[in-house]
């Protein structure tokens, strides 16, 4: 088990931006995939961007180039930088972490969430 807390979240208008971050506070196992997810009361939770340090980023294919993960090496810390917000943007985000590498991983198939930030874009 690893223990992540997200930050960054609130509220902007539409077309600004916020950069979110997951901090692990407890190391358990060694992490090799990290990714962010998001979840609204209309929508199922997805994912939205995963890395690590073999293959790097990869990104749904629905964020037209808005969003940008990038991982601290030194201390695991996970970002998720996230411009031109639109309302479609809200959504509770979740960070997820396991030990594995990314190729292959499924959501259901992280061990670790963290408890989430909330991210609310107003048109």
């Known amino acids: 088990q690893v223990q992540l807390v997200e930050s960054g979240g609130g509220s902007v208008k539409a077309g600004g931006s916020l950069r979110l971050s997951c901090e692990v506070s407890?190391?358990?196992?060694?992490?090799?995939?990290m990714a962010w997810f998001r979840q609204s009361p209309e929508k199922e939770r997805e994912e939205v961007a995963r890395?690590?340090?073999?293959?790097?980023?990869r990104y749904s294919d629905s964020l037209g180039g808005r969003f940008t993960i990038f991982k601290d090496i030194a201390t695991n810390i996970l970002y998720l930088q996230m411009n031109n917000l639109k309302s479609e943007d809200t959504g509770m985000y979740y960070c997820?972490?396991?030990?594995?590498?990314?190729?292959?991983?499924?959501?259901?198939?992280?061990?670790?969430w963290g408890q989430g930030t909330q991210v609310t874009v107003s048109s």
């Open positions: 407890i190391h358990a196992y060694r992490i090799g995939c």
């Open positions: 890395t690590d340090d073999r293959a790097g980023p």
């Open positions: 997820a972490a396991d030990p594995r590498v990314c190729y292959g991983l499924g959501r259901t198939d992280f061990r670790d």
